[in-house]
């Protein structure tokens, strides 16, 4: 729709196609009729026949004008110029053309405001003012009052004229600016896409490789010293049979503890709705299923949980499972606290628990703290960790919502 009014590569808007070629049109059914009838009714008035044909020669130059015309205003050439100032002249004769003639000279003044500026538009209107004044002099039959009348009616139609193309060139201009916007908008959308997509795969990348040293730290571990309980084991069987079996007895329970452990990791890679379960409920059954006879866990709900995204759920999911593992593994504690507090803006999830703590600068250097930043700074949330050496450790995240 926005083409009929809008100035467009140098093309000029729908409407005034239309608009030009319906009133040259008019215009040479109405030179034609008037014609006929002088020849019917006067034959050999030579000064009307002249007139005629010259109003219809200039309509003639009028057409033949029109397709080369310029519209764009960006440093027009000069034969583009030049193009406009004879169009422009040789509309002059069509003047008295009626409402046909009026419009295509208000075509003409259009693009002389586009190609010329302004000026050229005013000095325009000055001259067909004048014109007007000069052909009711002409008229024995008018008063002056008529005569000044006529040009004051001519001079405000063509700053109506004038009125109306300044705004379709303002329309025009603010359409071309946010077709461009919205351009930059579209291609900045797909870099961010991009971006983000390689991000996510760089994350789950570091992630994985995150998982799998602290795993092979963990289980590969426990496999080594169990190795050598059973080494040592297959040593003192007949020269120390005791021993021997206190060396199975160790290995066995290092074997629980692993076992303990690699149920730990598979739950750290659990998804976030396995068996139906989200929001606090999930959270809950992630806390219960770290619990054992050295470190007890709880768990607590404060304010209702709002209506979160299922990628914000994750990340306070993973908040906690970090939390957790970290306690269990590091910091010796006998109890740890889960919490959220909740509001309709945001999630706080903390984990706090009463163990060693942490050397002071120690949580600036761990890969799983620094995974875990980076998934809260995707979603616009904090995150931030206390406790000195001997004091406990609490990890606090925000998950705006």
Not at 15 to 28: E, H, R, T
Request: proline share 3%.
């Amino acid at each position: 729709m926005t083409r009929w009014v809008r100035f467009s590569d140098g093309r000029p808007p729908a409407v005034f196609n239309v608009i030009f070629w319906g009133s040259a049109g008019l215009l040479a059914l109405s030179f034609f009729a008037q014609v006929q009838a002088v020849q019917q009714a006067a034959a050999g008035r030579l000064l009307v026949y002249q007139l005629y044909y010259g109003m219809g020669l200039a309509l003639l130059v009028v057409a033949a004008l029109w397709p080369f015309l310029s519209w764009r205003s960006e440093a027009p050439a000069l034969r583009h110029k030049a193009v406009s100032v004879v169009f422009l002249i040789a509309t002059l004769p069509l003047w008295s053309g009626g409402i046909s003639g009026t419009l295509i000279v208000g075509l003409a003044m259009a693009n002389a405001l586009v190609i010329l500026g302004l000026r050229g538009v005013v000095g325009y209107t000055g001259v067909v003012g004048l014109l007007a004044f000069v052909i009711s002099l002409l008229n024995p039959g008018r008063s002056v009052i008529g005569m000044i009348a006529d040009s004051v009616v001519v001079v405000l139609l063509c700053l109506l004229i004038i009125a109306i193309v300044v705004a379709m060139l303002e329309f025009s201009r603010q359409a071309e600016e946010t077709r461009r916007v919205l351009a930059e908008l579209e291609q900045a959308h797909a870099e961010l896409e991009r971006h983000a997509s390689r991000s996510r795969e760089l994350a789950i990348a570091e992630e994985r490789a995150r998982m799998s040293r602290d795993m092979h730290d963990s289980v590969g571990h426990y496999l080594t010293v169990i190795n050598m309980s059973l080494q040592n084991a297959q040593r003192y069987r007949t020269v120390r049979p005791d021993s021997a079996w206190e060396e199975v007895k160790q290995a066995q329970t290092l074997t629980l503890e692993a076992l303990t452990d690699t149920r730990r990791w598979v739950r750290a890679l659990k998804p976030l709705r396995m068996d139906g379960l989200t929001g606090p409920a999930a959270l809950r059954a992630l806390v219960e299923s770290f619990g054992s006879a050295d470190t007890g866990v709880s768990f607590r709900l404060i304010g209702a949980w709002p209506d979160v995204d299922e990628n914000r759920e994750l990340v306070c999911y993973r908040v906690v499972q970090e939390g957790l593992t970290n306690a269990m593994r590091h910091s010796g504690a006998r109890h740890v606290e889960v919490a959220l507090d909740c509001t309709a803006e945001r999630v706080e999830v903390r984990v706090s628990d009463d163990g060693t703590g942490a050397a002071p600068g120690a949580t600036a250097h761990g890969f799983g703290l620094r995974g875990l930043r980076d998934r809260l700074r995707g979603v616009g949330g904090e995150l931030d960790v206390s406790g000195d050496s001997g004091s406990g450790f609490t990890l606090r995240a925000t998950v705006p919502v």
